[in-house]
C-alpha cells in the first residue's frame, strides 16, 4: 500500500457545484496534514493545513478521519480558477518526521 | 518576507555535463527538501535535510545525484553527468520545522539535450 493515495482523476465538474478529493494514508501515527494545490507549470502552494477537528476556510473545507486514515477536501461552489492539481500531504509520524506527497487530483471546473 | 529562491530558473546542458542547482530556504527554516517533477507527473521526492540531523537520502535516484545543506541555509542539488532523463523541473522546499508545512521554490528547469 502506498504511503499517500489519491484518485488521480480527472474530476470535471461544473461550475458552481460541489466536490470533494479523499486522501489515504498508511501511517496511523502519521500527525500532520496538509493540501496543495499546483497550478500547470507552476509550483505547489500551500491551500490548508489539516486539524484534527476539521477546519473550513471561505468555500474550502477539510476533514480528518483518523479511524479510516483519511483525509478529505470538499470545494464548494465551484469557481473556474479552482481547476488545478490537489495533492495532500501526510507525515510519517513520530520519528520520521518527513513530508510526503500524494501523487494529486486534477481537477477541472466547466463553465 | 522573502520566500524560497532557486537559481538558476532555466538551464540547458549537453548530456554528460554537471550541473549544480542552488536553494536559498526561507530565513529560520530548519528543513529543506528536494523533489523532481517530470513533465506531467507527480513530486518525485529526492532528498530532505532537517537541522543537523543526517539527510534523508533516500529517494536520490542514482550515484549520480549528490545534495549539500550549508548549516540551515543554501543547499545545492548536484546531478554528475546528466542523462536525457534527468530533464524535469527541480522544486525546492523549506519549512519552520518539522511537520510544519512546505512552501517551494518557483523551481530551476533543467533540460539535458
Known amino acids: 500500500r502506498k504511503e499517500v493515495e489519491q484518485d488521480p482523476g480527472p474530476f470535471n465538474v461544473p461550475e458552481g457545484a460541489t466536490v470533494a478529493f479523499n486522501c489515504t494514508y498508511s501511517?496511523?501515527?502519521?500527525?500532520?496534514f496538509f493540501w496543495y494545490r499546483q497550478d500547470c507549470r507552476k509550483e505547489p502552494k500551500l491551500l490548508m493545513s489539516?486539524?484534527?477537528s476539521g477546519n473550513e476556510d471561505g468555500r474550502f473545507t477539510a476533514q480528518l478521519n483518523r479511524a479510516s486514515q483519511y483525509i478529505s477536501l470538499l470545494i464548494r461552489d465551484s469557481k473556474l480558477s479552482d481547476s488545478a492539481t490537489y495533492l495532500c500531504v501526510v507525515n510519517m509520524g513520530f520519528g520520521n518526521e518527513k513530508l510526503t506527497f500524494g501523487t494529486g487530483t486534477r481537477l477541472t471546473i466547466i463553465p | 518576507g522573502a520566500g524560497v529562491s532557486q537559481s538558476p530558473s532555466n538551464k540547458v546542458t549537453e548530456k554528460g555535463k554537471d550541473v549544480e542547482l542552488r536553494c536559498d530556504p526561507i530565513s529560520g527554516h530548519t528543513a529543506l527538501y528536494w523533489y523532481r517533477q517530470r513533465l506531467g507527473q507527480g513530486l518525485e521526492f529526492l532528498i530532505y535535510f532537517q537541522g543537523n540531523s543526517a539527510p534523508d537520502k533516500s529517494g536520490l535516484p542514482s550515484d549520480r545525484f549528490s545534495a549539500e545543506r550549508t548549516g540551515e541555509s543554501v543547499s545545492t542539488l548536484t546531478i554528475q553527468r546528466t542523462q536525457q532523463e534527468d530533464s524535469a523541473v527541480y522544486l525546492c522546499a523549506s519549512s519552520l520545522g518539522r511537520s510544519d508545512p512546505l512552501f517551494f521554490g518557483p523551481g530551476t528547469r533543467l533540460t539535458v539535450l
Open positions: 501511517n496511523s501515527a502519521s500527525q500532520s
Open positions: 489539516v486539524y484534527s
